[in-house]
């Protein structure tokens, strides 16, 4: 089945101890996503993908990072993980810009 | 500030109730909505779209309704049935080919 993964499912860090997040996708989409989602919260975008172009959010932390070296995955990089980045990241990619967005299940990050 | 609201944070139907879980929006710029179901561990998964030319829009089981004046959307679930027991996302985005803005969830429980 054409699908959404990310790897691990769940995430432990030290307090300023780089960590990466990754995504795969067989779905072969132009457009891949990460989003921040803290409880109870909306998920927020933190930047996209429309194939090479990347696209940061105005407000999203010079700390959050992306890669994407090829169509099928999608890296973020955490460089200095603080408290308050402890939540749930879920990757997503579309066909197109705006298209419906297929969903991963999420990485749940814990800082200590 | 939230650009599109779900005041409800949880909701309880009786199985084969109606369902009407509601959102409103602040952003008279948007003009595409919607909704997304998610389960627990997984992503969130598309449920049901609707364009501003439109004020409703049926799929099955599920209705999306658009009062555009109101600035509100709300998807009807009817009969409702134990699988529906998710969070409900509703989302917006300016034009099919911007980013999607996501309100916090309603979680739905439907009562045996």
Not at chain 1, 22 to 40: G, I
Not at chain 2, 22 to 49: H, Q, R, V
Not at chain 2, 54 to 77: C, P, Q, W, Y
Not at chain 2, 82 to 107: E, H, L, M
């Amino acid at each position: 089945d054409a699908m959404v993964i990310q790897n691990p499912r769940y995430q432990v860090t030290q307090f300023g101890k780089p960590v990466t997040l990754s995504c795969s996708q067989t779905l072969n989409h132009n457009v891949m996503y990460w989003y921040q989602q803290k409880s109870s919260q909306a998920p927020k975008l933190l930047f996209h993908y429309y194939d090479k172009d990347f696209n940061n959010e105005a407000d999203t932390p010079d700390n959050f990072q992306s890669r994407r070296p090829n169509t099928s995955f999608c890296f973020l990089d955490i460089r200095s993980p603080g408290l308050g980045d402890a939540a749930m990241y879920l990757c997503a990619t579309s066909r197109r810009s705006g298209g419906e967005q297929f969903f991963g299940p999420g990485t749940r990050l814990t800082v200590l | 500030d939230q650009q599109v609201k779900q005041n409800s944070p949880s909701l309880s139907v009786q199985e084969g109730r109606i369902s009407i879980l509601n959102c409103d929006y602040t952003n008279s710029m948007f003009d595409y909505f919607l909704w997304y179901k998610k389960y627990p561990a997984e992503g969130p998964t598309f449920l049901i779209s609707i364009s501003s030319i439109k004020d409703k829009n049926e799929d099955g089981r599920f209705t999306v309704f658009l009062n555009k004046s109101a600035k509100h959307l709300s998807l009807h679930i009817v009969p409702s049935q134990p699988g529906d027991s998710a969070v409900y996302f509703c989302a917006a985005s300016v034009n099919r080919d911007d980013k999607i803005i996501f309100g916090k969830g309603t979680r739905l429980h439907i009562l045996p």
